[in-house]
């Protein structure tokens, strides 16, 4: 299989998830996450027609950010955010989906170009609150979204989670309701609330019928990845 074609699969698949689970067509994106991945690899996606990548580390970006140009498109930042990268995050990406520290956000806002559009961003959330995973703890997220609130250069629009993975449609949704739930509960107060980034190769059903806006997949796009 090549990449145009899982791409079509993936599109396809999606589409029909969205009609399973009663979702507006098109109210799924897919991220396309491209670590590993040689720049070759992103070019044929984007040539298909993908338009949003996702990348973790900026070292390995950062060639990849400057290979490939198109007016379209958008990079998303979705792996840890060390503090001494966040100047090149805030200026080469559209959004970034692990923010779970304030440090790193003020630093983010800080540095993000008064010519460019606001940055988005994702908070991150330890759904499984395991004390080894990255996120800040569910019941914590409302008073760290508040906190973000003089940040605008920032425009937080949700919530990202990687739970631990689970065998079994059922178990798998768990985690992801959590955070539906957790979202639903802030947007009365916070309507620019529009993004759940929730649902890898592994899980994407259950991600989609839980409310997933954003799913990123990289393996059954790109195929295994080789370190
Ligand atoms: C690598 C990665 C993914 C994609 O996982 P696949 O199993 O390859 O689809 C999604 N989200 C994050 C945060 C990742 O680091």
Known sequence: MTIV???A???AEIRALE???GRRPGSVDLLAVSKTRPVEALRAALDAGQLA????YWQEAEAKLTALRHPDLRWHFIGPVQTNKTRPIAVGFDWAHSVARLKVARRLHDARPETLPPLNICVQVNVDGEASKAGIALTEVGDF???LRPFKRLAVRGLMALPAPRSG???QRRPF???RACLAGLTAQAPQLDTLSMGTSQDMEAAIAEG????RIGTALFGPREY
């Open 5 to 7: 074609d899982n791409l």
């Open 9 to 11: 699969g993936i599109r």
């Open 19 to 21: 009609q399973k689970y």
């Open 53 to 56: 990548f996702g990348e973790n």
């Open 145 to 147: 979204i508040a906190a």
């Open 169 to 171: 449609l059922e178990a």
């Open 177 to 179: 309701a959590a955070l």
């Open 212 to 215: 997933a806006t954003i799913v």
